[in-house]
């Protein structure tokens, strides 16, 4: 057989593009610390791997799950009993995968984790890339939607958390198969959409607004084909699946199905967090958030030409609808609010991304350290930057000089992406636009996670050969977890004494702050401390040593 | 039917926006008002500044005026002779 690699180039390239990303995410795996939420990950997938075995019968694996459950201890970890509502996608197949390969080291694991939550986020971007190469049949704006997608800065450095890009992750593949359903209109589908809309709501419990915008497709599509009978009947056949899915993959459900779901969605509002947070040099309470917030973050934390495609996107598409909706005839098929599947799939998007944009806006959604819970936003954001260069390239199209232009600009666009992404290197998740004043850009909220807590012990084992080093953390990070990362016997020499400033050599210090940092001085590092290091990346400040004096 | 579903889908939005727009967002500027004067770090800085103000008074000599003293004083033996007196 002949390869024919002219016609197959665009195939070879996203290979080679797909293998340069997975090299650069194996090679500089280890370049972050271990985040502050990995610990409790771990102990979750391990008590429901525990649970889940038990009531299997496997009763060896449930003696070494329960076991190494019960080894996690650490002063600052709530029990999992009490955060036990969690979503087990990820933290049960990993924990399962740790005792499998026989992983004993703690650091392997969690790089392991790392590691397969960026190969989970680069298949759905492959999804992503089959949605635009089905909606606008381009090689080139679909590779550079999928580039956006994978190396917007801030979702690029998440990717390896397998937090809140694991939920994008799965929402992408959720709108895939809905988008394929719709296409193909087979039970295969609307299965596998049943599927992902289940560990998507496993993974976020607001997207069980996902099961209400499909009825409302439908519903649009019956005035279109007036079979309603059909469509009620795959309504209910989708319903069917989702509550079967939900309560095979969620053991919380088990034990008492209707309860446990009703629950969930009770102690929301007790379960959600409620601190006080730094934003625009002033601490505010996450429940009170103001209406602008979302949008500040979005354009404050991505690149400026992706936001400024995007809100042209999203305005000219606004439009276009609006146009739409105002000439729906009751008796014309045509007049409708979408003609054909590509623009279909244009709805599909503005619906899913307006929704839940009303949905935080209305209900006050309590949210910290940025937009991070909104992280899947970026795949509605990537998909109308895209929509409107497909707009201008029509236009283009005929007139080479424009066009050439126009392909100048696309290389700037993503080049720029790969540019921030070295630059914050290991930092991509706290990416900010350079157009900022420093002083603005330390008035946000910035390492949360504490991945800064590996460098900064490295940093400190290079300056002080002591056994045994005291560290005090001005701030709400529990720099304690992220002694993880380190060899076993590199941990051994850190005493971390909280807030106990005078027991302390140095001071950890980063500007999250779960109190008013103005009015509380808890974290107030005392006179006697001088600074002597300061982590910086472009204008923000990561952390800050001080040393006693 | 087509129709009905399609206006009573946006006034429910437009509904949704005009709520939030006007009595949600007084609602939440109140409630974070409220947050920021009577949040536990306000209260404390408040007992703080009280303190300070009672050691300096402490401190100092002669804390009231010579005059504000003499009328204080009438006020205080004018309040206390209608109380002996109402015994």
């Not at chain 1, 076991?67 to 002063?75: G, L, P, Q, R, T």
């Not at chain 1, 307006?354 to 209900?363: A, G, H, R, T």
């Not at chain 1, 080479?400 to 993503?414: A, E, G, Q, Y």
């Amino acid at each position: 057989m002949k390869l024919n690699f002219n016609k197959q180039k665009n195939t070879y390239l996203l290979l080679f593009f797909y293998l340069l990303l997975l090299s650069f995410a194996f090679y500089s795996l280890q370049d972050a610390g271990i985040h502050i939420e990995e610990k409790f990950h771990r102990l979750n997938g391990l008590y429901w791997l525990s649970y889940v075995s038990e009531v299997l019968g496997f009763s060896n694996l449930h003696d070494i799950s329960s076991e190494k459950a019960s080894e996690i201890s650490d002063f600052s970890l709530s029990s999992v009993i009490l955060y036990n509502k969690y979503g087990i996608i990820f933290d049960l197949p990993t924990a399962f995968l740790e005792i499998f390969l026989g992983i004993n080291d703690i650091k392997s694991v969690y790089y392991l984790k790392h590691f397969l939550s960026f190969s989970i986020f680069l298949l759905s971007s492959f999804a992503f890339y089959k949605i635009l190469i089905k909606r606008y049949n381009n090689f080139l704006l679909s590779f550079v939607g999928t580039s956006l997608f994978i190396t917007t800065p801030r979702i690029f450095g998440d990717s390896f958390f397998y937090k809140d890009v694991l939920f994008l992750s799965f929402l992408t593949f959720t709108i895939y198969f809905l988008l394929k359903y719709l296409k193909k209109n087979s039970l295969k589908n609307l299965i596998l959409f049943s599927l992902f809309t289940a560990f998507s709501v496993n993974l976020r419990i607001f997207s069980i607004l996902i099961p209400f915008l499909f009825c409302f497709i439908i519903i649009i599509k019956s005035f279109q084909t007036n079979e309603y009978r059909e469509n009620i009947k795959k309504i209910l056949i989708y319903l069917i699946f989702f509550f079967v899915s939900i309560f095979i993959f969620w053991p919380y459900l088990w034990a008492s199905p209707i309860n446990n779901f009703i629950d969930l969605f009770l102690s929301l509002n007790k379960d959600l967090i409620d601190v006080k947070i730094l934003y625009n040099q002033n601490y505010i309470s996450n429940r009170t958030l103001p209406n602008g917030y979302l949008l500040n973050w979005l354009i404050i934390s991505s690149p400026i030409l992706q936001n400024l495609l995007f809100l042209m996107g999203y305005f000219f598409y606004s439009i276009r609808l609006l146009n739409r909706y105002f000439k729906i005839n009751e008796n014309s098929v045509y007049n409708d609010l979408w003609r054909g599947h590509r623009e279909e799939t244009d709805f599909i998007f503005f619906l899913f991304l307006s929704s839940f944009y009303l949905l935080f806006l209305v209900f006050n959604a309590p949210l910290y350290n940025g937009w991070r819970l909104v992280y899947f936003m970026n795949f509605f954001m990537i998909y109308f930057s895209i929509n409107i260069l497909n707009l201008i390239l029509i236009r283009f199209q005929k007139k080479s000089n424009l066009f050439t232009l126009l392909k100048i600009f696309l290389i700037i666009l993503v080049t720029y992406n790969y540019y921030a992404i070295i630059k914050y290197h290991p930092y991509q998740s706290l990416y900010f636009n350079n157009f900022l004043s420093e002083k603005k850009i330390n008035g946000f909220e910035g390492d949360y996670y504490g991945i800064s807590s590996k460098d900064f012990f490295e940093k400190i084992s290079k300056i002080d050969d002591d056994n045994e080093i005291k560290i005090a953390v001005a701030s709400h990070t529990p720099l304690y977890r992220g002694l993880e990362a380190l060899e076993l016997k590199e941990r051994s020499k850190f005493i971390i004494v909280g807030q106990e400033y005078e027991m302390a050599k140095y001071i950890y210090k980063n500007n999250i702050s779960e109190v008013d940092s103005i009015l509380n001085k808890k974290y107030e590092v005392p006179k006697n401390f001088s600074k002597i290091y300061e982590k910086k990346i472009g204008k923000l400040t990561i952390y800050e040593i001080f040393k006693k004096n | 039917m087509k129709l009905f579903f399609y206006k009573s889908i946006l006034i429910f939005c437009l509904f949704l926006l005009a709520f939030h727009f006007s009595f949600g967002y007084a609602s939440k500027k109140i409630s974070s008002l409220i947050n920021e004067k009577l949040s536990k770090d306000s209260i404390q800085i408040l007992k703080d500044k009280i303190k300070d103000e009672l050691k300096t008074a402490v401190e100092k000599e002669n804390y009231i005026k010579p005059d504000d003293a003499k009328l204080l004083n009438k006020f205080l033996n004018k309040i206390k002779s209608d109380l002996e007196k109402n015994k």
